[in-house]
């Protein structure tokens, strides 16, 4: 009796070491979802798609919050608002200081992850990322509607988390590795809305982090593509695209697959850098200036 209940309790301890294995922090699956909407009615429901989107089918109670909402006017292009602004935002759709907040999109990551990491920046303790993937959220029966919801306003006072920003400063004198999220012929300045990249970057789209359902890949495999580039918990990142949109969803593998806590988003991003004429690295290895001062197309 003694061996069969020894051999059972090993068996616990190993399917409870795999399920830590097979956590991924904020990242939640549809199920996990499901228990959060059972026990706390509270819960902040954020859909970050389109309007349109939105208009069409939602999570029952989800407000709608779109990722371009939350940018300043005028200038370079998707520079998040300042603080205040943003937790103003955030207020109006239901978002307090306490609340606890599952944020979706329309299954590609990036715009759920963007807006994930603006309420990581603004100080949110209590944030989850929710993957669309309809098989899965048919099996547990997540509530779709179209009807609007309804939203109790919040006040939300920001607390600036620095530790996951960075500006152009910081890239100019960073003594670690710079990511570039874009795909390789926007990368390599062959793409029509690139000329290159910041010289001395590294390229991983930020695709590869993501299966081909859209969900993010298993721990192993990515500290294995980063150990490739160089890449460890040591390291130093900083991370953007051409707007940083894709650059948040690397953001969020290293914060939450990984466990990392080394990868800053540079928020002006290729747009930013080029529109202050910062020299580029082209595919030839020689650095250009751009003249125009403009960037163009893709997030």
Not at 5 to 33: K, P, T, V
Request: glycine fraction near 8%.
């Amino acid at each position: 009796m003694r061996f069969v209940r020894n051999l059972m309790l090993i068996g616990a301890a190993l399917i409870y070491l795999s399920n830590i294995a097979l956590a991924q922090g904020d990242i939640i699956s549809a199920a996990d979802f499901m228990k959060l909407v059972k026990t706390d009615k509270s819960l902040v429901i954020i859909d970050a798609s389109k309007k349109d989107s939105y208009t069409k089918m939602h999570i029952k109670n989800a407000v709608n919050i779109p990722h371009k909402t939350l940018y300043k006017e005028g200038g370079i292009e998707a520079l998040i608002m300042e603080p205040a602004d943003l937790a103003k935002i955030f207020g109006s759709k239901g978002v307090g200081n306490n609340s606890k907040i599952v944020v979706y999109d329309g299954g590609s990551q990036k715009y759920s992850s963007r807006v994930y990491w603006i309420l990581k920046f603004l100080g949110a303790e209590d944030v989850r990322i929710l993957h669309k993937d309809m098989n899965e959220w048919r099996k547990v029966r997540v509530p779709i509607t179209k009807m609007p919801s309804k939203i109790n306003q919040k006040t939300f006072t920001p607390n600036v988390n620095i530790s996951v920003y960075a500006d152009i400063n910081d890239v100019k004198n960073s003594k670690g590795i710079i990511l570039d999220a874009r795909a390789a012929d926007e990368f390599d300045g062959s793409a029509d809305n690139s000329e290159g990249h910041i010289p001395g970057a590294l390229n991983i789209n930020y695709k590869d982090f993501l299966t081909e359902s859209g969900a993010f890949k298993p721990k192993a495999e990515i500290e294995s593509m980063l150990n490739k580039k160089g890449i460890s918990p040591s390291s130093s990142v900083i991370g953007y695209c051409r707007t940083s949109v894709r650059a948040t969803v690397v953001y969020a593998a290293f914060v939450n697959v990984l466990g990392w806590n080394n990868f800053k988003v540079y928020d002006g991003a290729y747009a930013e850098w080029v529109a202050k004429n910062n020299k580029l690295q082209t595919k030839s290895g020689v650095s250009v200036s751009k003249k125009s001062g403009t960037a163009s197309g893709g997030c």
